[in-house]
């Protein structure tokens, strides 16, 4: 159930970044809802982080991206794998956890994209493309992760309600 | 007391004088004495009125309040009907705005066939830029065919389904489009990048180019048609020891407001790939 609820949101996600996230635009970044959604959805208070669930959302953004399929699965098992990582060293803070996860899961994402582009031999100035897009979009998944998992927190609640102590 | 039938003077007389007074009173002759009798009965008279007023209109109230916030509650309805009305129709004006500017530059290229379709997404990665279409190969739509909006070139077809395109735009980091300048007349490839910007390189040192000139499609290396209108060139570069120069392009398509472009669906992209191979 905790699968088939978390694939739907991806692939609600992945519409909702194909016609309306790609609009809210800073400089050149743009908000990541699918990576969003990930990161929150595997912080959540109970989940235990896996990489692999970077590979469904990873899949659903390469069907609608230009970009290869294996550019987008190892940018988002990446970022699942950082969200892994970090919940298992700094567990105790998890809003820092949060945070952390997904900034570093951005980075890790445009980092790959950035690999695949120099070495299809694209024209990239990696610091216009740092500056320009990598850190506007970490700004503004920044300001989105909040809310974002707040309302992943009640979506999970609703699937997998917390049984009250008799 | 009861008139005496006998009396019939006295008749004559209460006859006479209502008559008199009759007369009198038509006359005008009346009006001030009756005005200064009746003022204060009218003043009462007024009192009154307005007393029982304010009492029926104190027992009423509740019933016309209730019927005022429904009457209200109807004009809020049909406010908003309207207005949902009037921001329908300020759409669909824009709309035939767009297509009338579609249509005219479909009629002054008569030539080509073109297939309008709606943008219905982008490309999730901010390092490319891509739109996604509403037509595919169901609507005639074929890999490489150019894309246009009412101002100019917008890219080409870069992937379709059966029901929807992926179109590369001409900002795209891995998009070439050759050109040639007005009226300077110099030919060279317009390229992308990951930021949006559009460039000229390798544009030779003795190349008249400059800031204003027009860019349009040259047409040479069979991927776009010729003379389609790209955008102005906003800067013109060199550096010291360089051994060309480079020039900014101004784009005339906003591409991030684009909703309908037209396919030219009658072009043939050439692959020039087998001469470009080796023996």
Redesign the interface.
Known sequence: MRILVGILLFLGA?LL???L???V?LL???P?L?LLVLVAWLLLPGNRPDWRWGLPAGLM?GY????PDWV?LAGYAAGAGVCQLLSQRIWQVKLFTLLSGILLATLAV?LV??LY?LL?A????MV??FN??TIP?MLLNLIFVLPLHAIMNEVSKLVQPIEEPA | MRPSRDNPYRLVTLILLAAGLLTLALGGYLTPILSGTLEPVYGAQGWLYARFQAIQDFINAPADIARLRQENAELRSENATLQTQIIALQQQVAEIELLSALLDFARARPENAYQAAGV?????????H?I?INRGSDDGIRRGMPVVAQQGLVGRV??VTANAS?V?LITD??SLVSIQTQPSEVDGVV?G????ALSIDLIPLDAAMQAGDLVFTSGIGGLYPSDIFIGQVSNVRQEAQALFQVASVQPVVDF?RLEIVLVIVNFQPVDLTPLLSNP
């Open positions: 992945t970044q194909v016609t996230a790609t609009r635009t050149q970044g743009a990541d699918v953004v609608a991206s230009a970009l987008l445009h994209t950035m582009l299809a694209q024209p990239l100035n216009e493309a320009l897009i979009t | 219905i997404g982008r490309d999730p990665s901010p390092f490319l891509y996604i870069a992937q992926r590369e980091p891995g390229s990048s990951i930021t949006g991030t």
